[in-house]
């Protein structure tokens, strides 16, 4: 998957839709407004709201707009609702926005016990897309040549994080990471990222947990394509590892990625917390939705994993 129109994407989730003078309250003066903006072509594509400044000089936007319906979980029939499934085709819910992404964010959400239940109560959302290309004309670069995913990012965030602050906002929602958090969550793991002078991963890319048959367990992390990086999979038997140790594992590497670059690769091997060592291999497809680069990883001592590890033609079951 590739970014297309917009480079990075999150929403709010509202009980009620705000209006675009409450975003412009709770936006300035931390953030420029450069224009007001009613919307494209139908609700899907975009509706009233407001155009944030990021980067001008290479025409570095932040289109903040208001939907007044619920997250649309599904992609849409192309011939039923053409308006929706056009809408995801282009990236309008996010660059990385993949089918069940909010459904699989509640299921998988190991900080909010009752995530499922209270973003059911939404009815309406804010989108945060970043583009660069905001009235720019027919031959300008979709992206410019220096541009920096994780600026990108912290930037979003910041706008997302005023918005989740609001009455009425229920949670955070990255579709691209998976990831669903409450305003206070959200606080919080930003201001301890600021201090330790860390990404805020836990709200970028979310790890998730599944069982792929008795023995076996899959960890993963759902969300790297954001900052051009494959995502990670630990397949180990928990009778071995413990998910905690994992869990940590797939975040140091992710670190470590982002310091260094897309250094790990096919055939490489990596330490674990336990200084065993686990075999790095490539994969196209994923175990588990949605579907993306993977860098699965898998213990080199010890019994063979289930085939299905080796062999991307079945999914596994959620845990």
């Known amino acids: 998957m590739a970014k297309g129109f917009f ?27 450069a224009r007001e903006d009613d919307g494209g072509d139908g609700w899907a594509q975009g509706s009233d709201g407001l155009i944030v400044t990021y980067r001008p000089d290479v025409n570095g936007y932040v289109n903040v707009d208001v939907v007044h319906r619920p997250w649309p979980d599904h992609m ?43 973003v059911k109560k939404h009815t309406a959302f804010v989108r945060v897309r970043l583009s660069y290309i905001f009235g720019a004309g027919g031959d300008a670069p979709v992206m410019p040549a220096d541009c920096d995913a994780l600026d990108e990012l912290n930037f979003v965030y910041g706008i997302a994080a005023r918005l989740v602050q609001m009455p009425g906002a229920i949670a955070m929602f990255n579709p691209g ?7 206070e969550m959200l606080e919080r793991s930003l201001k301890w990222a600021a201090e330790h ?85 490539a994969f196209r497809d994923a175990l588990s939705s949605p579907p993306r680069d993977v860098l699965c990883l898998v213990p080199t001592e010890g019994d063979e994993p289930p085939e299905l590890v080796f062999d991307r033609g079945e999914d596994v079951e959620e845990e």
């Open 76 to 118: 849409g029939d192309p011939t039923k609702e053409p308006e929706l499934f056009g809408a995801w085709t282009f990236g309008h819910f996010g660059p990385f926005a993949f089918p069940g992404n909010l459904e699989r964010a509640a299921e998988q959400n190991l900080t909010w016990e009752h995530a499922g239940k209270d």
């Open 197 to 281: 002078e860390l990404q805020p991963l836990d709200v970028w890319a979310n790890i998730r947990i599944f069982q792929v048959d008795d023995e076996w367990t899959l960890m993963d992390t759902v969300g790297h394509a954001q900052f051009d990086l494959p995502d990670l999979e630990a397949v180990f038997k928990q009778s071995e590892k413990d998910p905690n140790e994992v869990a940590a594992l797939l975040r140091n590497i992710t670190s470590y990625l982002l310091e260094q670059g897309p250094v790990i690769q096919d055939g490489h091997t990596v330490d674990g917390p336990d200084g065993a060592a686990w075999g790095v291999h």
């Open 177 to 183: 990471g998976e990831v669903l958090t409450t305003g």
């Open 7 to 33: 480079t990075q994407g999150v929403a709010v989730l509202f009980e009620k839709a705000p209006s675009r003078a409450a975003l412009r309250a709770a936006l300035e003066p931390a953030f420029e407004i």
